[in-house]
Each structure stands twice: as C-alpha cells, then as structure tokens.
C-alpha cells in the first residue's frame, strides 16, 4: 500500500452524520454511467452473484436485479451513498446484501461471483452535497473524505500542513496540474486556508485566466485522491478482484479520468487470470452525453476470468 505524504488516510471509521445529511434523499431521475454497456459486458444471467464494488446510489445494482433471481453484494465506503442504495434497492429485499467498506478490504469468504462492476471517482451525489467539501461551487469546509471521516486526514489537514514542494508533487501526480510548482508557493504564502472556496480562489489567483476547465478542478481531483488513498485502493482491488470470480466471469471498470484508467489498462494486460475484452475503452454516445454532461469522461473496460486449463495455455 502507498504511503501518502502525511500518512496512509484511515478509510474505515464510521461517521455520526454530516449536517444535511437529512435532506439527502435517492434521486429517482439518477442514471448510472453506461448502464446498457455495462450489463452487456457482464453478460448478466438469471441466478448469478453479482458484485457491485461502488455501488452509490444504486443504478448498476438495481439493473443487474432486474433480471430474475440475480443477486448482488453492494460495497460502499461512503455511508450516504449506502444509505440511499438501501432505499432503491429495498424492494429486492434479500437478494441484495450491503456492506460498508472500501472494495480494497472487501474480504469475499467462499464466495464467487459471475460480474463484478466498479464505477470509480467521486459520485454526482458527493459532487452536488455542499457539505462534502469535493467541489469549488459551494462554500464549505475542506473535508473531501469518501468515508465521512472520524479522524482520518482531511483536505484541510493537507493543504495547511504539507510544504510547498510536498504540495506541488501531489498536484502533479494525482492532477496533472502543469502549473502545480506555483500554485504550491500561492497556498503556502495563503495559509491557513479552511474553505473550499477560499481553496478555489488562491489557486485561481496563481495561474493564468484563461482555462478550459476551472481552474481548481485539477487540484481538487489531486487532494481528493491523496484524503482517500484511491491510487492505492484502486491497485489492490486490481490485483485481487480476478480471484473472486468463477471461470468465465466478468469483470467492468468504470474510469473518468487517466490516473483511474491507466492501472486498469495495464494492470489488466499483464494479469494471466484475465481475457482483456475491450482493446479501445467504451465511451457514451451523444445522446448519454446530452442527457448527463459528466457523461463524457467515462471509459469502460472489460475483461474476463480464465478458467484453469486457460491460464496453462502457452
């Protein structure tokens, strides 16, 4: 496991509620990213065991249970998110099982399953919450914590805390962000900062005006990675997810960004467990994209699991 640069952030403790977690409610218009694509892949059967590795607000699942007496066991580390699934997913009573954990430390007993799905990043729902702390559109406190905290490190904790050369490095590995160096200095001469807001605006006041994106968006993506330690759980769960499948079974990763799809491209080349099915990744059509603009930066590759007599194939 990679050692972050204040630390490996603590995944696992149990939040006692965000203010306005109570408004939160399931969003019935949600449509989970290249739905279609996705069950294709798996080839979703009548009576298999599915896992959903991030399972958010419930769209793979509550597809995959749609076909007569699937099943399907539901990871979340983001307490919220499982919640809401549990409202969606309630009518199919038994034959789904939730658990609150990250998929890294999923541990599957004797269990086998025909799929497996994950759908990586940050969820529409934790980008819209404004009390998450993930995004620059609302004021609130640096938090950026997938799992709702008790003492893990927070966004705070980095920005207020890491040197100026700790800084620059995180940005530029986990947000490509070019002009990481001076945005680095900019926040060091600016601290303590405690607001997304007030984040957003010293980064924006280092670099040029002129983005195609805003100008915090990289370094947000970059300290949300590192709070959560998802290069690293994203590494673990490539190297075991193919032992929890039964010969033949299918395996879909959702990625919208390079850093997600760059370990399963190669991860998955290298793995004599797997059959890589998709050379070029899936993306959504126009009509997906019109319809959910965040749409656009999915990519779905799909492998599946060799049986014994193939993996010994010269």
């Known amino acids: 496991m990679r050692q972050d640069l204040t630390g490996t952030p603590r995944f696992f403790r149990l939040t006692q509620g965000y203010p306005g977690r109570a408004h939160s409610v399931v969003n019935t218009l949600h449509r989970s990213v290249l739905l279609e ?69 999923f541990e599957p007993g004797e269990e086998r399953f025909d799929g497996i799905v994950a759908d990586l990043g940050v969820s529409s729902m934790q980008l819209d919450s404004p009390e998450r ?46 002009f990481s160096r001076r945005i680095a200095r900019r926040i060091v001469e600016r601290r303590p900062l405690r607001t997304t807001t007030e984040l957003a605006a010293v980064v924006a006041s280092a670099i040029p005006t002129r983005q195609p994106i805003h100008p915090a968006t990289r370094v947000f ?22 032992d929890w499948l039964v010969p033949g079974g299918r395996l879909a990763v959702i990625s919208f960004h390079s850093l997600e799809d760059r370990p399963v491209k190669h991860r998955w080349r290298a793995d004599p467990r797997l059959e ?14 019109l319809s959910n603009p965040r749409a656009r930066s999915a990519r779905l590759r799909l492998a599946r699991r060799l049986s014994p007599s193939e993996e010994s194939r010269p």
């Open 276 to 289: 890589v099915l998709t050379r070029k990744t899936i993306t959504a059509g126009e009509a997906e994209i």
């Open 37 to 105: 694509e996705t069950l294709a892949g798996l080839q979703v059967h009548p009576g298999g065991l599915y896992l959903d590795a991030t399972v958010g607000l419930g769209g793979h699942s509550e597809a995959i249970l749609r076909t007569e007496n699937t099943r399907v066991v539901a990871l979340d580390q983001d307490e919220d998110a499982l919640a809401q699934a549990r409202l969606r997913l309630a009518p199919f009573g038994e034959r789904v099982r939730f658990e609150h954990i990250n998929f890294a430390e």
């Open 133 to 178: 702390g993930f995004s620059w559109r609302f004021e609130s406190p640096l938090d950026m914590r997938m799992d709702g905290g008790g003492e893990a490190e927070t966004a705070a904790d980095l920005v207020n805390t890491c040197s100026a050369e700790q800084l620059s490095d995180l940005f530029w590995r986990y947000g490509e962000e070019r």
């Open 221 to 242: 993506q970059a300290l949300r990675i590192a709070v959560n330690g998802e290069v690293a759980a994203l590494e673990t769960f490539l190297e075991r997810s193919p």
